[in-house]
């Protein structure tokens, strides 16, 4: 089974610069999650889509963040303007998204964001 | 408010002795808990999980231990070999609020040779 896919792993850009970031979930996964890691802390998540249809993005910065999963499959995750403090590993993670209680996550290799 | 809690930036223990690592949490109403590791430039994987109708769970060298009561959670790693030293992260689930997951901000384990 092919896990969760990202691209680019890695990525620089100057401030006000903008930038995006691609997730393929594993097949058959319902939901999304975008997550952001900075270094010594724990993943804070982003944005959280069940198919596609957005669930939780309270944690968003939406006046220079968005997200999009379009056909309930693929997601993309754009910031715009880069700001300095962006600069993180970005994680994306899907679940079956059942009703199940014992939903578990499984996270891509994530990308590294530096903003200079 | 952090709602998940791992208290030990880092851990060293000694090869083929135990590693214990801990977490805790204040919301009650999770049902699920995880435990990933993390190794450096890749994604956290999935280790070991308990509902919370359970208090142990094992497998492998791995175990993990819920006490409700105290909110608390540990995993304990017997034997500890070289290869298990990465960053462990603490995750719980809120099966109420579409299965969101909540995480520590991760212990770091060196196992010495």
């Known amino acids: 089974e092919a896990g969760v896919a990202q691209s680019p792993r890695y990525k620089i850009i100057e401030k006000r610069q903008s930038v995006a970031f691609w997730c393929n979930p594993i097949?058959?996964?319902?939901?999304l999650y975008w997550y952001q890691q900075i270094l010594g802390q724990g993943p804070k998540l982003l944005i959280q889509?069940?198919?596609?249809?957005?669930?939780?993005d309270s944690q968003l910065p939406k006046d220079r963040f968005s997200a999009e999963r379009l056909k309930g499959v693929d997601s993309t995750l754009k910031i715009q303007p880069a700001k300095l403090e962006d600069s993180a590993v970005y994680l994306c993670?899907?679940?079956?998204?059942?009703?199940?209680?014992?939903?578990?996550?499984?996270f891509g290799p994530g990308t590294r964001l530096l903003v200079l | 408010d952090q709602q998940v809690k791992q208290n030990s930036p880092s851990l060293s223990v000694q090869e083929g002795r135990i590693s214990i690592l801990n977490c805790d949490y204040t919301n009650s109403m999770f049902d699920y808990f995880l435990w990933y590791k993390k190794y450096p430039a890749e994604g956290p994987t999935f280790l070991i999980s308990?509902?919370?109708?359970?208090d142990k769970n094992e497998d492998g060298r791995f175990t993990v231990f819920l006490n409700k009561s105290a909110k608390h959670l540990s995993l304990h790693i017997v034997p500890s070999q070289p290869g298990d030293s990465a960053v462990y992260f603490c995750?719980?689930?809120?099966?109420?609020?579409?299965?969101?997951?909540?995480f520590g901000s991760g212990t770091k384990l060196n196992v010495k040779p």
């Open positions: 995750a719980a689930k809120d099966g109420r609020n579409f299965n969101k997951f909540y």
């Open positions: 889509f069940q198919n596609n249809g957005v669930v939780d």
């Open positions: 308990i509902s919370s109708i359970k």
């Open positions: 097949s058959g996964h319902a939901t």
């Open positions: 993670a899907s679940s079956l998204g059942a009703s199940s209680y014992q939903e578990t996550q499984y």
